[in-house]
């Protein structure tokens, strides 16, 4: 039975720039690929205008719904003087258009490079951006986007991965530890408490944050989601436990000038990581079939990555069992 292409192999350069004509600009035929994986990004030239950024998003994983409820938290930040790269929309205020089967959006280009945060001063900047995004972020829900919740982020990631992917030879030590760490992190959840979700950006990593001028632009909401505050912090700390404090100090410092920070959250930071450990895992599974991914990522699923993968494992397991991080 031939092996039918994926809808991303249709994305040749005619059609993308036939897609960014249909909206009334005219292309100048240069088009570049930009380094996404979960969606298409292409910057596109434009005769007698600066390049557009044109997102394509991977069919079937968001509603149309979905995705408009991302570009409209978007403006809400960017009506608040926020720095968000939000999508452009036409004269008649749509911002999700379609073309030959694919859904797109188009954004300004946005230049920059990836925050320093090592940098305590960066980390006080950000935090007070954050803590103003956080702060409209909690006036209202999402409605249509998910929460971020250990049965989609965890269960069903071990699921996937040890029905589909783990090696035999390893399906139990794979099972035993992932029991382990979703136990763990169902009992840090409970012990934390209630714990507000907001609307959040969700994948609030370097990559998605652009520094320039002194100051941080906020890209890619496509992950967006309800989830607690503390997602939004957590992956900009490293290091020992000590340089952890002191950027948490500094981050907090300027986020509670603008939306108060509840500790307890502190307590799930180690659990969110385990999350999204498991998840990655599974979102490389989940788009196996997109040639993008084994060429990109050829190391994964090899048996020396499931043993390394399963050691890392093991290691965050000891981390869930550490004395969470407290403010300075």
């Not at 994983?61 to 009506?79: G, T």
């Not at 379609?98 to 980390?123: I, K, M």
């Not at 399906?171 to 934390?192: E, F, G, H, N, P």
């Not at 895992?281 to 990555?305: E, G, H, I, K, Q």
Request: glycine letters at 6%.
């Amino acid at each position: 039975m031939p092996h039918s292409p994926h809808p991303f192999q249709n994305l040749i350069p005619g059609l993308i720039m036939d897609a960014v004509e249909s909206q009334g600009f005219c292309c100048d035929c240069r088009t570049f690929a930009l380094n996404s994986y979960e969606n298409r990004v292409y910057q596109v030239g434009i005769e007698d205008g600066q390049p557009l950024i044109a997102k394509f998003y991977r069919p079937g994983r968001w509603s149309d719904k979905q995705i408009l409820e991302e570009h409209r938290f978007c403006f809400e930040l960017a009506e608040h003087e926020l720095p968000v790269v939000a999508p452009w929309t036409n004269a008649a205020g749509e911002s999700l258009f379609h073309h030959d089967g694919f859904r797109f959006a188009l954004y300004p280009r946005q230049g920059g490079h990836a925050p320093e945060f090592d940098n305590l001063d960066n980390l006080l900047i950000l935090g007070r951006m954050l803590g103003r995004i956080h702060r409209i972020g909690a006036v209202q829900p999402f409605v249509c986007r998910p929460t971020l919740d250990t049965r989609s982020f965890g269960y069903a990631s071990v699921e996937l991965i040890r029905e589909r992917f783990i090696p035999e030879e390893y399906r139990a030590s794979y099972t035993a530890v992932t029991d382990q760490l979703l136990k763990a992190v169902d009992t840090i959840m409970s012990a934390a408490g209630p714990i507000r979700s907001i609307r959040s950006h969700g994948d609030c990593h370097g990559g998605n944050i652009l520094w320039r001028d002194n100051a941080p632009h906020f890209v890619d909401f496509d992950d967006a989601r309800m989830a607690p505050a503390v997602q939004d912090l957590w992956m900009m700390l490293s290091g020992d436990r000590q340089r952890r404090i002191a950027q948490l100090d500094a981050l907090i410092e300027g986020y509670g000038e603008f939306f108060e920070f509840n500790p307890a959250e502190l307590r799930m930071v180690e659990a969110l990581r385990t999350l999204r450990m498991l998840h990655y895992s599974a979102w490389l599974a989940n788009r196996w079939a997109d040639p993008v991914f084994p060429a990109t990522f050829p190391w994964f699923n090899t048996v020396r990555y499931w043993g390394e993968h399963i050691l890392d494992l093991r290691e965050q397991l000891a981390a869930l069992d550490e004395p969470p991080l407290e403010l300075g």
